[in-house]
């Protein structure tokens, strides 16, 4: 339905694929507030009951009504809403009943008869005509615009170095060429910017930031090609790229502090940004970096591209090529890099890079390191790669770290 299809922005890509029954009953009930840990609202009585008949006996994408309330319908001239359903019902504890569909239509003819209206609701049934991979892909294009916002707003309160020099798509491309391949990318320490507390407090709300239609269009083009790169494997296709990017993107929105003062946060009294800068030390810069953050999502977005549906092991097999290029070594993770890096740096993207970038070199620099070792962390089976993990996790984490 058309709800669903609007909850999938913020609920997530599957959204839409749910469906409704609703049941209507009308009459007396009693209504009161049940106390406990969670306190609520709740109706009660033989009403009720019948409802979720109604509902529970319902078919998908479709409003089911008791006689009762049909009647009440009809006496308020909604006779053209209604229709008899076909078959009886026999619903639980009421045996069986006589039941409507709801329809809301309009009439068009001068009596209002229910034989010459117009059905104003039949978009529950209808097919919008988007597949659902057309759906994905819309999602990630309102999921990608809102983290490009916060980098833009950011940048207009001076929290980013203007653009010094245009910077070619040579210098960034990141093409394994010479020898080179994503790998030699991997950084063991990535440089965070440091915490700007005049931008922290005074950054815009990324909802005033315009993003032009040549930078939505070529965002589209952008997650639209992501996804036909992706094999119809059974797991690692563009859908469970999707399902990847939402847990990512909602992880990332749920960063807290587990030792900042509850009581302080409610009364207000820690700023904007004394938070900010406590989140920024939290999370070693990542939170205060919006660069970083859009990083991580597109890495989860791409980190399957072109995957064959098959281990390193039996790919280096099948792939000697590729085997040899990338050393046999996160065969599929460097080549998902290499594809999709290069698609980003074609020339179609021209405009999308620079309103993200701005054009400095660093920034961008930053981006790509996020992106190979969030990429390549995605290979657990491989032991140096494992190895470099834990000591890089002990190093930050560890007794060592804590001392």
Known sequence: SEVTKRLEVTLGPDTADLSMRIGIHSGPVTAGVLRGERARFQLFGDTVNTASRMESTGERNKIQVSNTTAKLLEIAGKTHWIQKRDDSIVAKGKGVLNTYWVSLKEPTGTDGSSDQSTDVSSSMNRPTGKSKQNRLIEWVVELMQDRIKTIVAQRNSGGMQKPRSSVSVGDLSGKSHHGKTPLDDFAEVIKMPKFDYKVAKNTQASSSVVIPAIVVSQLRELVTSIASM?????????????????????????IVAPDLDVDQLRNGKKSRGELASHLHDYTHGINSD??????IVFSALIHDVDHRGVSNAQLVKEEERMGLLYNNTSVAEQNSLDVSWQLLMSEN???????????????????????????????????????LRKNRWNMAFGEQAAG
């Open 349 to 387: 993207f021209g405009d999308l890079r620079a309103f993200i970038f701005g054009n400095e070199k660093s920034t961008f620099q930053r981006f790509r390191q996020v992106v190979v070792n969030v990429v390549l962390a995605t290979d657990i089976f491989d032991k140096e790669l494992n190895n």
């Open 230 to 254: 992706y094999h119809d494997n059974p797991f690692h296709n563009f859908e469970h790229a999707c399902h990847v990017t939402m847990a990512v993107d909602k992880f990332l929105r749920r």
């Open 290 to 295: 919006p660069i970083s953050l859009l990083a």
